[in-house]
């Protein structure tokens, strides 16, 4: 595709349920990136991709969060037993991985709500 | 660690004037500063990007520059426009390091 895509846009779920967060990347992108943003807060870094390379997760919250990245494109953000501090804005972003530093394309976003 | 703050939190203009943002960071070891455009309900658009060695950048009526002795970075706009209100944030790039560090953003609104 031509940008970053992610699904669904908007998630609502109730308090201790799983939910999982696609990110489709730009085609031949091999660096992935997951952020989050919470209500007045800025966007914080959770979990970074490049290549075959093992994921950089120093920035997940918790164990109750996992992301996996399949065949080097589709990335899955799961959250696990989901707590309403969880509710926030989760974007995803790519770049080509061939130079540092390097502009990152971000997809709209998913809006999670947890109840 | 780094931090990044933006201020003021919010700004209204009226059409056609030119303003600057403010964007500060704590550790002058960057690699390099963004500067980015968001939308409501839509992802983050990349406006300028300004490496460590450089002092500014410019696209169209964006003017971007950056001092990293003081830790400061600020976005110019020429001629403001209704269709530039959106929420702007910079992000720091440390060295050697691919993590964005944001602020917290400045949401710009332009008066017709």
């Known amino acids: 595709g031509a940008g970053v895509s992610q699904s669904p846009s908007n998630k609502v779920t109730e308090k201790g349920k799983d939910v999982e967060l696609r990110c489709d990347p730009i085609s031949g992108h091999t660096a992935l990136y997951w952020y989050r943003q919470s209500l007045g807060q800025g966007l914080e870094f959770l979990i970074y991709f490049q290549g075959n390379s093992a994921p950089d997760k120093s920035g997940l919250p918790s164990d109750r969060f996992s992301a996996e990245r399949t065949g080097g494109s589709v990335s899955t953000l799961t959250i696990q037993r989901t707590q309403q501090e969880d509710s926030a804005v989760y974007l995803c972003a790519s770049s080509s991985g061939t130079a540092t530093p390097e502009t990152q394309y971000f997809g709209p976003g998913t809006r999670l709500l947890v109840l | ?112």
């Open chain 2, 1 to 112: 660690k780094q931090e990044v703050t933006q201020i003021p939190a919010a700004l209204s203009v009226p059409e056609g004037e030119n303003l600057v943002l403010n964007c500060s960071f704590t550790d002058s070891a960057i690699y390099n500063l963004q500067w980015f455009r968001q939308d409501p309900g839509k992802g983050l658009t990349s406006l300028l990007l300004i490496q460590s060695s450089q002092r500014e950048q410019t696209s169209g009526r964006l003017n971007a520059s950056l001092d990293k002795s003081s830790g400061r970075s600020t976005l110019y706009i020429a001629a403001s426009q209704p269709g530039d209100s959106a929420t702007y944030l910079c992000a720091a790039t440390g060295a050697g390091s691919y993590q964005l560090t944001f602020g917290k953003g400045t949401k710009l609104s332009v008066i017709p």
